[in-house]
């Protein structure tokens, strides 16, 4: 069995920054590529990025380049989001998600095999 568990949401004014983390655990883990998807209240789970093993592909939702950074540090079997100047159309619950096998769109729900439960993230104007 394999767990994701995130940390790192809260409550803050648009132009602050979070830094979302995720730990796995359990013995079976394997990651090809890890990442991270959000969800607002009345629409659609939406892709926010994606890092490959070694961190030599990286993938950006349009609507976080150049303010969001994803990284990874392998010996923890942990991905983190770095977000900064966050806009109130941030508000979501941050989702981490683990690919253990290459060969699938990570932009697409369908490629993740774990989903983790959860951050919340909330930015006011």
């Known amino acids: 069995q394999v767990q994701l568990a995130e940390s790192g949401g809260g409550l803050v004014q648009a132009g602050d920054s979070l830094r979302l983390s995720c730990v796995a655990s359990?013995?079976?883990?394997?990651?090809?590529?890890m990442g991270w998807f959000r969800q607002a209240p009345g629409k659609e789970r939406e892709f926010v990025a994606a890092?490959?093993?070694?961190?030599?592909?990286?993938w950006y939702a349009d609507s976080v380049k150049g303010r969001f950074a994803i990284s990874r540090d392998n010996a923890k079997n942990a991905v983190y989001l770095q977000m900064n100047s966050l806009k109130p159309e941030d508000t979501a619950v941050y989702y981490c998600?683990?690919?253990?096998?290459?060969?699938?769109?990570?932009?697409?729900?369908?490629?993740?095999?774990?989903w983790g439960q959860g951050t919340q993230v909330t930015v006011s104007s």
């Open positions: 998600v683990n690919a253990p096998f290459a060969g699938a769109d990570y932009y697409r729900q369908s490629a993740y095999d774990y």
């Open positions: 890092i490959k093993w070694n961190g030599g592909s990286i």
């Open positions: 359990g013995r079976t883990f394997r990651s090809y590529v």
